[in-house]
């Protein structure tokens, strides 16, 4: 499984190259977008993904196979109503817009892909395809 580092929309920002962006970008949520903080196992059968979503209802998010790319696509509205009551932000850190993040997947069971999500985790199993080796025929001893 390999990560693609064209991870938030809106930009080409990714965590491995913060040390080449300056403060400023780096503290903007319009430059970082929602991070995804993901987890990633893996075993002989298959792949696992924890993704750190918090604040998010599973409405919001999108989970796509295509082309053997796995996209997590996540929307926050943190925006506030208009009206009486209305409060401006002296300070805003937390995100809101949409962010996906992609992963190129690779030989695998695209009809057995399953996807939950918990308490603001949203987890994800993706079955390898397991080929069976093409014998190139063998002799049968007789006994």
Sequence with gaps: MKNELT???GGFFDPLFD?????????SHVARGLEM?????ESDVDYEL??????LKKEDISVTLD???????????RSEKEGAGKKNYV??????GVSSRSYYLGSVEEDKIEASFTDGVLHIVVPKK??????????????
Aim: one cysteine or more.
């Design 7 to 9: 991870n938030f929309e």
């Design 50 to 55: 924890d993704v750190d979503l918090p604040g």
């Design 67 to 77: 082309d053997g790319y796995l996209t997590i696509k996540a929307k926050c509205d």
């Design 91 to 96: 300070h805003r850190e937390r995100f809101s």
């Design 19 to 27: 040390f080449f962006t300056p403060d400023i970008i780096r503290n």
């Design 37 to 41: 903080r993901t987890d990633v196992k």
């Design 130 to 143: 397991i080929e069976k080796p093409v014998t190139n025929g063998r002799r049968i001893e007789i006994k």
